[in-house]
């Protein structure tokens, strides 16, 4: 009997959780800094914080193992300024949002982690 299937199976929704939390969390960044509790009036430039997500959304889609562990350690600064901003920030609104980006990226995070690692599992040997 051989676990390839179940890797297979795993690496598969790993992937599509992958995809859904940092598109989700590039979402709630843009609509985080632009419209609902911009740090300025009208907007922040702080929405650039998005561009390093950008970069990785290419390796993320073609599914590059690399990427995958680069993401696992992007994604904690991005947890750092959830939840600095939510328990620092006075406005309810960006309190939320920054409790839902620390959600995003801990989803993020575990799910790159087992993507990248379904990788390093060794192949079982039927006998």
């Known amino acids: ?11 598969q929704k790993a992937y599509w959780v992958s995809v859904a939390s940092l598109l989700g969390l590039i979402a709630l960044c843009v609509v985080w800094e632009l419209f609902v509790a911009p ?10 914080k998005v561009l390093p997500l950008l970069l990785i959304v290419p390796g993320i ?19 750092a300024e959830g939840a600095t901003r939510a328990s620092s920030d006075p406005a309810l ?7 839902l980006e620390v959600l995003l990226t ?6 790159v982690s087992v993507y990248a690692r379904t990788y390093k599992i060794p192949k079982v040997k039927a006998a």
């Open 106 to 111: 801990v989803v993020l995070f575990a799910s």
């Open 1 to 11: 009997m051989s676990s390839t299937p179940d890797l297979k199976s795993t690496r």
């Open 93 to 99: 609104a960006s309190q939320l949002m920054a409790g």
């Open 39 to 48: 740090l300025r009036p009208g907007g922040s430039w702080l929405v650039l």
């Open 61 to 79: 889609f073609k599914q590059r193992v690399r990427t995958y562990q680069a993401t696992s350690l992007l994604v904690w600064l991005y947890f």
